[in-house]
């Protein structure tokens, strides 16, 4: 995700191109920084926060067995690659708690903790509208500044 919106800030700016989207490349000495922030920013991330995400989702939502896990993986993997080849945008995190909530099901519906995943699909219906006005208002504020 920085990827797109650190290039989509160098193409609208009046210092680049719209041909930066096909340049974008480690070897090509003027976008190679763009890659390597990115990366590094995801994995700062995931280094900050990763593991409170993996307990919710592995520990949290059921308890995962290794057979439960591997059968988690192949059926997010799964949608995520027909989704991909249909053209179909879909999030990784969706596929795989989603994964997770159905492999638990499959024990028994009271083996998920439907409290854990109703604050999970809370937070994803919430992120939408919430981005959308941040957006608004720091690009209202921007206006306003310059």
């Given amino acids: 995700m920085p990827i797109a919106v650190i290039t989509m800030a160098l193409v609208a700016s009046p210092y680049y191109d719209i041909s930066l989207w096909d340049r ?4 090509d000495p ?3 920084w763009i ?3 990115s990366a590094l920013a995801i994995s700062s991330g995931i280094a900050m926060g990763g593991w409170r995400v993996i307990r919710t989702v ?7 067995q290794p057979i439960h896990g591997f059968a988690t993986d192949a059926a997010a993997a799964t949608v995520i690659e027909m989704a991909s080849r249909l053209g179909i945008p879909v999030s990784t995190t969706h596929c795989a708690t989603a994964a997770v ?3 638990g099901a499959t024990k028994r519906l009271s083996a998920v903790r ?3 995943t109703r604050n999970i699909v809370l937070a994803w219906i919430l992120t939408f509208p919430i ?3 941040l957006g608004w208002i720091i690009a209202s504020l921007l206006k306003i500044a310059f």
Avoid: D, E, Q, R
């Fill in 114 to 116: 439907w409290g854990v």
């Fill in 35 to 37: 890659i390597v922030i």
């Fill in 101 to 103: 909530m159905g492999v």
């Fill in 30 to 32: 003027n976008t190679w």
């Fill in 58 to 64: 592995g520990m949290k939502i059921t308890t995962l």
């Fill in 24 to 27: 974008l490349s480690l070897f």
């Fill in 131 to 133: 981005c959308a006005a």
